[in-house]
Nanobody, 116 residues
Framework: QVQLVESGGGLVQPGESLRLSCAAS????????MSWYRQAPGKERELVAF????????NYADSVKGRFTISRDNAKNTVYLQMNSLKREDTAVYYC?????????WGKGTLVTVSS
């Protein structure tokens, strides 16, 4: 079955960087677009970044443009989120997402805490 497993979260100070990874299995990874979402405490889940199946097109939330980069390695069935210049407001649980045959799949998330 489809599985998405996020990793790479942690506690960092403002201005620092983190790279999140999402390992996918159970489907033909290279044929599907992938997304990263996040959910901060008390807030709704929001789309952070999106990448097409070939990686040729990416989109970002305005709040992370210029700081975050989404990428993928289809040989490794993995999608990444490089997060630079982190801010306190980036604190959230980050989720990997894909849609396979019209079904939405989510990982369990990885917590990113930005605090001094």
């Amino acid at each position: 079955q489809v599985q998405l497993v996020e990793s790479g979260g942690g506690l960092v100070q403002p201005g620092e960087s983190l790279r999140l990874s999402c390992a996918a299995s159970g489907f033909t990874f290279s044929m599907y677009d992938m997304s990263w979402y996040r959910q901060a405490p008390g807030k709704e889940r929001e789309l952070v970044a999106f990448i097409t199946r070939t990686g040729s097109i990416t989109n970002y939330a305005d709040s992370v443009k210029g700081r975050f980069t989404i990428s993928r390695d289809n040989a490794k069935n993995t999608v990444y989120l490089q997060m630079n210049s982190l801010k306190r407001e980036d604190t959230a649980v980050y989720y990997c997402n894909t849609q396979v045959q019209s079904i939405n799949y989510w990982g369990k998330g990885t917590l990113v805490t930005v605090s001094s």
